[in-house]
């Protein structure tokens, strides 16, 4: 297949990989030629770039900045972004041709750009759906039903789906709750689970000196990581309450590792409160992001408890990738609840239940004794279930189908 694969997510090699990378590496591995096209920011990159990177061409196009940003701001960008890839697109990648273009949602507002890719390629589409927008701005009182934000992207949002040849959401939750809220036709057919999925041995090596004592992080105490973005849906608050809950005990330790725009109440009441028992990383490269989940004992999963959309956060899989258990806090609508219980990888608490969460802590920092066993059975389900090849595999399958349909 020639892919044209569109992203917002797709980090240069030396800041690390993702998801989002580690399908492109495979889909190259087993022989197709993919040329990413990156949204990035303007803070970050001042001009548009074609270059190889790691073995896969990549065109990054410099648009305005939507990370860090307020929702504004972050709405105008994500409003003008489509202006910017079909510029650089025309540029840059006249005269090839594709037979695919794999895109992600959100932003909705990339509808516009991807229908013109496919009419201009004549190529099929694929929507790996990550999160369900309009409907969790909702949940977190971003805006009502009632404003003219929800009736614009939910109007996208309805368009982009029957735009899709295939749609692939993260979970079962995720396809029942598609189907439940959305009358469009053949939504059913076009629909299937396609989980977010990772490489299951690691592709950097890590620092064999790097241990809790090299930290300055007790060799005793119960280490508790968390990785990744911190924003209003990873409900900071929780997180804020177990770090003041545990300011004063020395048999448990937080490392959280991530940037977003709840970081600061967490940096300032680290600096207000004289909280030590805790680092606070951002912007590490996935090898030394790594080192730090090697030493944990315990990955954290957090969620707004408001959500009423089964969310399934990817961080997950960088924890059972060393197998790690997990701590998952979430809202009632998500299916890693069921996950993890019915697998035996780790436990679960109500996110809106906070004193369940440091209870659940307190148990494991006097009982690690399964930890162990759920570590190892969180790293036997990743390869089973979460394997980068089985995306390909989905996808290639799917190409062929459609393929054999047109001839």
């Not at 090839?96 to 013109?116: A, C, G, K």
């Amino acid at each position: 297949m020639n892919i044209i694969y569109l992203s917002t997510s797709f980090p240069k090699p030396d800041k690390g990989e993702t998801i989002y990378t580690d399908l492109a590496h495979e889909l190259k591995k087993r022989g197709h030629s993919v040329i990413v096209v990156v949204a990035d920011q303007k803070k970050n990159l001042k001009t548009n770039s074609f270059e190889e990177e790691n073995g896969i061409r990549v065109l990054r196009i410099a648009c305005m900045n939507f990370y860090d940003v307020n929702k504004i701001k972050k709405a105008i960008s994500f409003m003008f972004m489509p202006k910017y890839i079909k510029k650089g697109i025309k540029k840059y990648l006249k005269g090839y041709e594709f037979d695919f273009v794999l895109h992600e949602s959100p932003p909705v507002s990339n509808f516009s750009i991807v229908r013109w890719i496919k009419k201009t390629f004549n190529c099929l589409n694929f929507l790996m759906l990550k999160d369900i927008f309009p409907q969790n701005a909702v949940d977190l009182q971003l805006f009502s039903k009632r404003s003219i934000f929800y009736h614009y992207y939910r109007y996208l949002e309805v368009k982009m789906y029957r735009l899709s040849d295939k749609i692939g959401v993260m979970s079962k939750g995720n396809l029942e709750y598609i189907l439940k809220h959305n009358k469009i036709d053949q939504l059913s057919k076009k629909t299937s689970v396609f989980p977010n999925t990772i490489r299951v041995n690691p592709s950097v090596s890590t620092n064999k000196e790097f241990c809790r004592k090299s930290q300055n992080i007790p060799e005793d105490s119960l280490v508790l990581v968390f990785g990744g973005n911190m924003g209003l849906p990873q409900y900071i608050e929780l997180l804020i309450y177990a770090l003041e809950y545990f300011r004063d005990n020395e048999k448990v330790y937080f490392i959280l590792i991530g940037r977003g725009t709840e970081r600061t109440k967490i940096k300032d009441l680290i600096e207000n409160k004289s909280i030590s028992n805790i680092k606070l990383l951002q912007n590490l490269s996935r090898s030394d992001y790594e080192n730090y989940v090697l030493i944990s004992d315990l990955g954290i999963i957090t969620l707004n408890p408001k959500f009423t959309i089964p969310n399934y956060p990817s961080r997950i899989l960088s924890y059972f990738r060393h197998s790690l258990p997990v701590l998952a806090a979430t809202d009632i609508n998500t299916d890693i609840k069921e996950l993890i219980i019915d697998n035996d990888l780790g436990y679960w608490v109500h996110s809106a239940h906070k004193k369940e969460f440091v209870k659940q802590i307190e148990k494991l920092i006097y009982d690690k004794s399964g930890l162990k066993e759920k570590g190892m059975n969180a790293n036997r389900y990743l390869k089973e279930k979460f394997s980068v090849s089985i995306s390909v595999d989905f996808l290639e399958k799917y190409y062929l189908e459609r393929a054999d349909k047109n001839v």
